[in-house]
Nanobody
Framework: QVQLVESGGGLVQPGGSLRLSCAAS????????MGWYRQAPGKQRELVAT???????DYADSVKGRFTISRGNAKNTVYLQMNSLKPEDTAVYYC??????????????WGQGTQVTVSS
């Protein structure tokens, strides 16, 4: 019923920037909390940043001051602006959304992931 599609990953040098995008589509009534998570090889998936429908944000300590999460005007899109990237930011980045569909059922959905590699 709901799909999340990410884009914007790639290879970047240390100190560079990338912008990730995620668009939710389907029979959506509303999207509530949206966020970005990441998983590096051999590590558990971890929270990067979240944003509520009202625009309140939260960040992992490791990305504070470097990453910015925002939502699009349509509210079904979320972005992650990543600046001053470090090699330790290398991971698969996943979009996550808490969605209420038109039948008023609530569910939590994941995107397929997009690879971010920070390397010289």
């Amino acid at each position: 019923q709901v799909q999340l599609v990410e884009s914007g990953g790639g290879l970047v040098q240390p100190g560079g920037s990338l912008r990730l995008s995620c668009a939710a589509s389907g029979r959506i009534f509303s999207t509530n909390l949206m966020g970005w998570y990441r998983q590096a090889p051999g590590k558990q998936r971890e929270l990067v940043a979240t944003i509520t429908s009202g625009g309140s944000t939260d960040y992992a300590d490791s990305v504070k001051g470097r990453f910015t999460i925002s939502r699009g005007n349509a509210k079904n899109t979320v972005y992650l602006q990543m600046n001053s990237l470090k090699p330790e930011d290398t991971a698969v980045y996943y979009c996550n959304a808490d969605v209420v569909v038109v039948t008023l059922h609530r569910g939590n959905y994941w995107g397929q992931g997009t690879q971010v590699t920070v390397s010289s």
